[in-house]
């Protein structure tokens, strides 16, 4: 399973950004967990989201919830991050992660390469 993320880029404090992860081929991500996590220069990566597939039970880190949505697209092909009020602390190289579970684990198999997200104030 090779995952793919976009939709990384540069915004300003306050604007919003999405980010996308999909499996490399057309298969679903139904029946896994998914989570985002990030990684700030020299800073340890901290996972910031994780969704189930299976009953849709969503996780967020505190530095993140209330301004970050993860959601799936009805055929489960694609999970999304959607980060509203960006703040310049939200700098990071994102990460999708998945793993063929019902429930969100501490580890996972798949990882993607990784986007950029820079916010500036």
Same mark, same amino acid.
Request: proline share 3%.
């Given at each position: 399973?090779?995952?793919?993320?976009?939709?990384?880029?540069?915004?300003?404090? #306050?604007?919003?950004?999405?980010?996308?992860?999909?499996? %490399? /081929?057309?298969?679903?991500?139904? $029946? !896994? &967990?998914?989570?985002?996590?990030?990684?700030?220069? #020299?800073?340890?990566?901290?996972?910031?989201?994780?969704? %189930? /597939?299976?009953?849709?039970?969503? $996780? !967020? &880190?505190?530095?993140?919830?209330?301004?970050?949505?993860?959601?799936?697209?009805?055929?489960?092909?694609?999970?999304?991050?959607?980060?509203?009020?960006?703040?310049?602390?939200?700098?990071?190289?994102?990460?999708?992660?998945?793993?063929?579970?019902?429930?969100?684990?501490?580890?996972?198999?798949?990882?993607?390469?990784?986007?950029?997200?820079?916010?500036?104030?």
């Amino acid at each position: 399973v090779q995952l793919v993320e976009s939709g990384g880029g540069s915004a300003q404090a #306050g604007e919003s950004l999405t980010l996308s992860c999909a499996r %490399s /081929t057309p298969f679903t991500l139904d $029946r !896994y &967990a998914v989570a985002w996590f990030r990684q700030a220069p #020299g800073k340890e990566r901290e996972r910031i989201s994780c969704l %189930s /597939t299976v009953d849709g039970r969503k $996780r !967020y &880190a505190d530095s993140v919830n209330g301004r970050f949505t993860t959601f799936t697209d009805s055929a489960k092909m694609t999970v999304y991050l959607r980060m509203d009020n960006l703040q310049p602390d939200d700098t990071a190289v994102y990460y999708c992660a998945a793993r063929h579970i019902s429930y969100c684990p501490s580890e996972f198999d798949h990882w993607g390469q990784g986007t950029q997200v820079t916010v500036s104030s």
